[in-house]
């Protein structure tokens, strides 16, 4: 298996190669989180592996709790699924907590205070409500409770490693945030043992070909407990040698066949690139080396067979949305064809026509 080969199977694996699913909870529940602190960037990265997907119907499901926005795995936001949210939390937020735990301190957020800030957000949440940051904000000030800027921010992300809460619907363009148990009723628990096999099971066949390493990256386990959840279900797997790593993957699943070219737009928060550690797999060394210059400044970029040869933005007008490519080495007149194709698809999700630049 070469470097093409395990990123065309990414591909596949991921359900970037077609589109089987009809449900935005589909998506989530298959990749199991998806990375969402840059929301429009994660409903696009949803409506990538959905058939004949619209924004606004991605919109509808996350308004409805069919697919929940959370801190989990690490410290950032995560779609997942509903009947997924309290093992997962139960699994990696002792981990979160641990990284946060320096900003915890900086922040003066002892277990006194949280205790406290808990007891309020419970409070106010409770009966339904479901209330902005801002609200929450006035609410915690006004319990004697210090809940502005990055305070605010840890006092909420704590309560939601905490599984006290978790996001509500959209109120126009702010988030709201409701109490968990409350938002979805609870499901049979699993064991640390059951989460862990369960874990690494389902990320190595949506994910795979992937390392232990990879796992570990993506999930914000140690590595240790990522080769235990390995361990556990390896047999069910299998797995190539390539430069001296293990890359683990669900069996009976052919490579893509090489369709070539084919174009994709994609968020830099995508799965096809956060759900690894090593991303030498999709990008040549002379792009690896534009990539790391270019630092935070990237958030997007232009993948044509399994492989980033550019980045993208976007203009949202009033009825058109304006695309501007930048590549980073020449592409051929088909490779063109092949990104104008992906443009229009990510126009007809936005139910805008498309201009290309």
Same mark, same amino acid.
């Given at each position: 298996m070469s470097p093409l080969d395990i990123a065309y199977q990414r591909l596949l694996n991921q359900c970037l190669v077609a589109d089987p699913f009809e449900k935005p909870r589909e998506v989530v529940d298959w990749l199991v989180a998806v990375q969402s602190q840059d929301?429009?960037?994660?409903?696009? &990265?949803?409506?990538? @592996?959905?058939?004949?997907?619209?924004?606004?119907?991605?919109?509808?499901?996350?308004?409805?709790?069919?697919?929940?926005?959370?801190? +989990?795995? @690490?410290?950032?936001?995560?779609? +997942? &699924?509903?009947?997924?949210?309290r093992w997962l939390l139960a699994l990696t937020a002792p981990r979160v907590h641990a990284a946060n735990a320096t900003m915890y301190g900086r922040l003066e957020l002892d277990n006194a205070t949280v205790k406290r800030s808990h007891k309020t957000l419970t409070k106010v949440l409770q009966?339904?409500?479901?209330?902005?940051?801002?609200?929450?904000?006035?609410?915690?000030e006004k319990a004697g409770i210090a809940a502005k800027g990055q305070r605010l921010a840890y006092i909420v992300m704590h309560?939601?490693?905490?599984?006290?809460?978790?996001?509500?619907?959209?109120?126009?363009k702010q988030f709201t945030y409701a109490l968990l148990d409350e938002r979805i009723p609870s499901?049979?628990?699993?064991?640390?043992?059951?989460a862990l096999a369960n874990f690494a099971q389902r990320y190595f066949t949506s994910h795979g070909p992937a390392s232990v390493q990879d796992f570990a990256k993506w999930s914000g386990l140690t590595v240790a407990d990522a080769g235990r959840g390995l361990?556990?279900?390896?047999?069910?797997?299998?797995?190539?040698?390539?430069?001296g790593y293990d890359y683990w993957f669900a069996p009976n699943q052919a490579l893509a066949p090489a369709a070539s070219p084919t174009a994709y737009?994609?968020?830099?928060?995508?799965?096809?690139?956060?759900?690894y550690k090593d991303r030498s797999m999709i990008a040549q060394?002379?792009?690896a080396a534009?990539?790391?210059?270019?630092?935070? +400044?990237?958030?997007?970029? +232009?993948?044509?067979?399994? @492989?980033?040869v550019g980045s993208w933005r976007r203009v949202l007008g009033k009825d058109v949305v304006t695309i501007t490519i930048d590549y980073f080495a020449r592409v051929t007149k088909a490779q063109q064809r092949a990104v104008a194709v992906a443009a229009q698809k990510y126009g007809e999700f936005l139910e805008k026509p498309v201009t290309l630049v």
């Open positions: 929301y429009a960037g994660a409903k696009w &990265a949803l409506g990538l @592996r959905l058939q004949d997907a619209h924004d606004a119907d991605i919109e509808r499901a996350f308004n409805a709790g069919d697919i929940l926005r959370t801190h +989990v795995m @690490r410290p950032t936001w995560h779609f +997942v &699924a509903p009947a997924d949210i009966g339904g409500q479901q209330l902005t940051r801002e609200e929450l904000s006035a609410a915690l309560a939601e490693l905490d599984g006290l809460i978790c996001s509500g619907p959209r109120r126009g499901v049979k628990a699993l064991n640390p043992a059951e361990e556990a279900i390896k047999d069910q797997l299998q797995h190539e040698v390539l430069n737009l994609l968020s830099i928060f995508d799965e096809y690139l956060i759900g060394p002379e792009v534009k990539l790391f210059t270019m630092g935070n +400044v990237l958030t997007t970029v +232009v993948v044509i067979d399994g @492989r980033i």
